[in-house]
């Protein structure tokens, strides 16, 4: 605005020709920067107001110089006829937004409204018949009129005005209405997903320090065992602390990458239990680039070792098992064990126990990252075999 002011006044000192020019462009150069500064919204709401009083302007021209002959004076006069209706509009529009008549309930907001139109379609009455008398010699000018017919031009134009307002403010309305639906919706949508993240980051807070504590308890038993096997999990270890880390910030891996992290977590548990875990894997090359949320498989592997091998003197036999059904990631962790047994519902009590919530968290992210339709189930099939199974709807995008 400094480099307006310094323009006009550079203008003052030039030619009068030149001194135009400069003042033409500086006045061009506000307008624009002014319009610049308006929100879309505003900018739209300005382009709507002056297209559509101008459309107004030249159907009352027309349908004047339908019936009579057009003279500059008439011209001048509809101008001011449009202009004041444009002022009208804009002043109650600037007095619906003071007095917050878009929070006020629809039966008083109609009420207000009627009123509004009403009274602004006699302001303009008034103006038009007064100006006319003073601008164009009277309201049918070189004709004599009655008190009759005055009555009347003035009710037409009453009627035709309070049309033309209540047009104007039923659109207004509805624009606006519109406008704070979608607003509301987009701040619930913001909002879903600002609650969806925090849940997530939650879940996966709760999960890392599970995982730890389980495997420091696997590496405690085994530095006094057997020093070199113990170097050997600590690899191990470290290589599944580093996917931990890394996969924390990610919502799904690849399958792969969380097979050979759970390939790691097995080879750790049978340097503990040697004979007593034994791993059958089944699992279909398709599904090895397929995601899944990060720890997942981990999970469920943890759960049947600590509650299916370890509960077992005998240990037992662990299948991991993934294919594409239908549609869906389908993924089986089986191991002996057996739900209704006492000792399984004692573990099951413990959910807020180490793999107990590991699993819960597990079955929770599912839905939030991948839908209703994604589903952890934990079911006895077999007579002493035990089954978690995950369904993940290959729908859902890949990170």
């Known amino acids: ?61 027309t349908i004047v110089s339908a019936f009579a002959e057009m003279k500059p004076a008439v011209a001048v006069w509809l101008a001011a006829f449009m202009l004041v209706g444009l002022e009208m509009t804009q002043r109650f529009r600037l007095h619906v937004r003071r007095a917050n008549w878009l929070q006020l309930p629809l039966p008083r907001l109609i009420g207000r409204v009627v009123v509004a139109v009403f009274f602004m379609a006699m302001v303009h009455t008034a103006f038009t018949v007064l100006s006319s008398m003073a601008f164009l010699g009277g309201v049918a000018p070189g004709r004599s009129v009655t008190i009759v017919q005055i009555f009347g031009i003035v009710l037409t134009n009453l009627f035709n005005m309070s049309i033309v307002f209540g047009v104007w403010a039923g659109l207004y309305f509805a624009v606006q209405t519109v406008r704070r639906q979608r607003h509301s919706e987009m701040e619930r949508l913001r909002l879903e997903t600002s609650l969806k993240e925090a849940e ?45 880390l890394q ?36 699992i279909s090359d398709e599904v090895r680039a397929r995601f899944l949320p990060p720890m997942l498989l981990q999970t469920l592997v943890e759960n049947a070792v600590k509650y299916g091998i370890s509960q077992r003197r005998g240990g037992g036999e662990l299948v991991v098992a993934a294919r594409i059904d239908s549609g869906n990631l389908l993924i089986r962790v089986s191991n002996p064990g057996d739900l209704t047994h006492p000792a399984a519902a004692s ?53």
């Open 347 to 399: 573990a099951a009590a413990k959910a807020g126990s180490s793999t107990g919530v590991g699993l819960r968290n597990a079955s929770e992210r599912l839905k939030l990252l991948f839908g209703e339709k994604a589903r952890l189930a934990l079911r006895s099939e077999s007579p002493g075999w035990v089954t978690a199974e995950v369904v993940i709807p290959l729908a859902s995008p890949a990170p």
């Open 200 to 244: 997530l980051r939650a879940l996966k807070s709760q999960v890392n320090p599970h995982f730890l504590f389980n495997s420091l308890n696997s590496l405690r038993a085994l530095i006094e065992e057997d020093a070199p096997r113990a170097r050997e999990s600590v690899t191990r270890l470290a290589n599944m602390l580093r996917y931990s």
């Open 1 to 61: 605005m400094s480099s307006s002011a310094s323009s006009l006044r550079y203008a003052d000192k030039l030619a009068p020709e030149a001194a135009a020019v400069v003042r033409s462009a500086t006045l061009r150069h506000r307008l624009a920067s002014s319009f610049t500064y308006l929100s879309t919204g505003e900018r739209l709401y300005w382009v709507c107001q002056f297209v559509s009083w101008l459309f107004f302007y030249l159907v009352n021209l």
């Open 247 to 282: 996969s924390g910030q990610l919502e799904t891996v690849p399958f792969e990458d969380e097979l050979r992290i759970v390939e790691d977590y097995l080879a750790l548990e049978q340097i503990r239990h040697e004979n007593r875990l034994r791993v059958r894997w089944e």
